[in-house]
T-cell receptor, first 113, second 114 residues
Framework: AQSVTQLDSQVPVFEEAPVELRCNYS??????LFWYVQYPNQGLQLLLK??????LVKGINGFEAEFNKSQTSFHLRKPSVHISDTAEYFC???????????FGSGTKLNVKP | EAGVAQSPRYKIIEKRQSVAFWCNPI?????LYWYQQILGQGPKLLIQ????????DSQLPKDRFSAERLKGVDSTLKIQPAKLEDSAVYLC????????????FGPGTRLTVL
């Protein structure tokens, strides 16, 4: 089974500062990678996904992530955060047949004014 | 288009009671998922349906949890009897077909077992 590690449970950052949320996965086989965002009392919303091709993936709300196969990582970045980015972010992985998604434990991003 | 609907949004019960959650996926979506999200953890898949058939229920505690999707549209997840450790948010998601990239999530049902 896959495992997804999000080492940082909470990340505080000031508004307009850059941020990186880290994600590492365990699989050595081909995988597809996702980042979801969860606002309070809401379901998960897809931010971006990596399936193939360019290792730098751009998503909604100015977020991007880079797939690094050698380091089995898929870190999420944003050059300048806004208060509205305060939410919990989940990294997820699935193998090529999309049969099952495995989620990390989440990182709470707290953007301070 | 309407999103994934879930009800109730919140439920408080005592241990050993029964509870049921309802999910209505996006119209036309053949695949439906139920996840359990315990506080501080990521969602964990409980069961996956393709139309009205079960694709994966390997992580469903079958001694107390059951789920059905009789007509291949809406679905019900039941817990009977509930335990304290069942306190969690239960998320329903749907996708247009098995093997589709994106899952669309409902707002979840927050269950508290006292």
């Amino acid at each position: 089974a896959q495992s997804v590690t999000q080492l940082d449970s909470q990340v505080p950052v000031f508004e307009e500062a850059p941020v990186e949320l880290r994600c590492n996965y365990s699989s050595s086989v081909s995988v597809y990678l996702f980042w979801y965002v969860q606002y309070p009392n809401q379901g998960l919303q897809l931010l971006l996904k990596y399936l193939s091709g360019s290792t730098l993936v751009k998503g909604i709300n100015g977020f991007e992530a880079e797939f690094n196969k050698s380091q089995t990582s898929f870190h999420l970045r944003k050059p300048s955060v806004h208060i509205s980015d305060t939410a919990e972010y989940f990294c997820a992985v699935t193998e090529y047949n999309f049969n099952k998604f495995y989620f990390g434990s989440g990182t709470k991003l707290n953007v301070k004014p | 288009e309407a999103g994934v609907a879930q009800s109730p949004r919140y439920k408080i019960i005592e241990k050993r009671q029964s509870v049921a959650f309802w999910c209505n996926p996006i119209s036309g979506h053949a695949t439906l998922y139920w996840y359990q999200q315990i506080l501080g953890q990521g969602p964990k898949l409980l069961i996956q349906f393709q139309n009205n058939g079960v694709v994966d229920d390997s992580q469903l505690p079958k001694d107390r949890f059951s789920a059905e999707r009789l007509k291949g549209v809406d679905s019900t997840l039941k817990i009977q009897p509930a335990k304290l450790e069942d306190s969690a948010v239960y998320l329903c998601a749907s996708s247009s077909s098995r093997g589709t990239i994106e899952q669309f999530f409902g707002p979840g049902t927050r269950l508290t077992v006292l």
